[in-house]
């Protein structure tokens, strides 16, 4: 069946972010070492790609993508113990090719799909069992398949999930997509998109551009289930958010909370204590309504956690063990006209509600909050650096 197969490093480059915090090292949080085996996903495109230009593309990702490139290790730590980093190492991307003849079909298009079908087109790292890394493997690797029969592509992808989770490996994908397309259309990459800030470079961005989670609540124990059809379900989902709203990724770094905290204890003339990630989303709301002049109409705070984590505090018990990814969404409206203060407690309203919500607690919040202001629809504010160990707030902003 298979007629020949490759392998041929790809090199990385260096980093194109000049606001890497640590160039050689990025900090790994102790809750994304669980036990969670690499990501695997094959893609069928309906024509033949151009090997060297996706070879390009993933050499050019490297650039706003560092971590794709590194190593996983370990970095004492001053008083004692270590920490688990990933090391900007450059090192060379696993990129396999061959071409199989063969007159089957790629029919497995589902989100979750069935390895019997698709191993083939899934490159194997060095210790297939492996969960939390050896320093000497990869963290992603590409295998390129020719199907001769039907003259149509396949990429294989295994990322690790030190990565990131599935959201961040799409991201990593829309990206790519964004790089090859351009180099088939003979424009420059960096002309073509904007490189993503710290924060998405390092790989550590627990949001996504497909705000799906909620249709995620639907599984249930039969979760895992390889013969659900949920794509149609997810694409619908999708279609309706491309349709109807725009996606603003903000998050803040440590300095710019300082100042808005500064703002939002005012504006709240002393109800607002900073002492909980609650007034952090309160005190970044209170900001955006300062900085920008958007009335508020209503809230939507969106809390996701992960469902394999059975010692874990946001696990519930009614929770099945199956279901990987949950999210807890709850709403409030708030008059027209309201002021700061009533709008800081609407929030930390509907903040309350959630966390005592039988199916969560804030204790893991990975994706936080919608606004929607009553003017026309606007589009990517901005995205500084941070993330949530230097004191940084992931928010996403859905704008009309």
């Not at 000497?136 to 295998?143: A, D, G, H, T």
């Not at 998405?200 to 979760?223: C, F, I, P, R, Y």
């Not at 007034?279 to 209503?298: M, Q, Y």
Request: charge should be negative; charged fraction near 20%; include cysteine.
């Amino acid at each position: 069946m298979v007629s020949t197969r490759h392998i041929s490093p790809i090199k990385a480059l260096a980093p194109a972010n000049v606001s890497l915090v640590d160039p050689s090292v990025h900090t790994i949080r102790q809750t994304d070492l669980i036990f969670n085996p690499p990501i695997d996903n094959a893609i069928h495109l309906p024509g033949l790609l151009d090997e060297s230009k996706l070879r390009e593309a993933v050499s050019l990702s490297t650039k706003v993508w560092p971590t794709v490139a590194g190593r996983w290790g370990r970095r004492s730590k001053p008083g004692g113990g270590h920490d688990s980093v990933i090391r900007l190492t450059k090192s060379d991307i696993p990129f396999e090719t061959q071409v199989l003849a063969t007159s089957q079909p790629f029919a497995d298009i589902r989100v979750i799909q069935d390895f019997k079908q698709t191993h083939l087109y899934i490159p194997q790292f060095a210790n297939p069992g492996f969960l939390v890394p050896d320093g000497s493997f990869s963290l992603i690797m590409f295998r390129l398949t020719t199907l001769e029969s039907s003259q149509t592509s396949v990429i294989g992808i295994s990322w690790h999930h030190i990565l990131g989770d599935a959201q961040v490996c799409s991201r990593y994908l829309k990206q790519l997509s964004a790089i090859y397309d351009a180099l088939v259309r003979a424009i420059e990459p960096h002309d073509f998109f904007e490189y993503p800030d710290y924060n998405s470079a390092v790989g550590v961005d627990h949001m996504s551009d497909e705000t799906v989670q909620d249709t995620m609540k639907m599984l249930d124990t039969s979760a895992m289930d390889k013969s659900l059809p949920r794509q149609s379900t997810l694409d619908s989902r999708q279609h309706q958010m491309d349709v109807n709203w725009d996606l603003v990724t903000i998050s803040f770094a440590a300095r710019e909370l300082e100042d808005m905290k500064q703002l939002a204890v005012e504006a709240s003339k002393g109800d607002l204590h900073w002492s909980t990630r609650g007034d952090v989303i309160v005190a970044w709301w209170l900001s955006t309504a300062l900085g920008f002049g958007w009335p508020v109409f209503r809230v939507d705070f969106l809390m996701m956690f992960r469902g394999l984590w059975r010692d874990h505090p946001a696990f519930p018990d009614t929770l099945p063990l199956s279901v990987g990814n949950k999210s807890i969404i709850a709403h409030t409206d708030i008059p027209h006209g309201s002021h700061l203060p009533d709008i800081a407690k609407a929030l930390r309203h509907v903040i309350e509600a959630t966390k005592l919500d039988s199916a969560g607690s804030l204790a893991e919040i990975n994706n936080i909050a919608s606004i929607f202001p009553a003017s026309e629809r606007s589009g990517i504010v901005r995205q500084p650096v941070g993330n949530w160990d230097d004191g940084v707030v992931f928010l996403n902003s859905i704008a009309m």
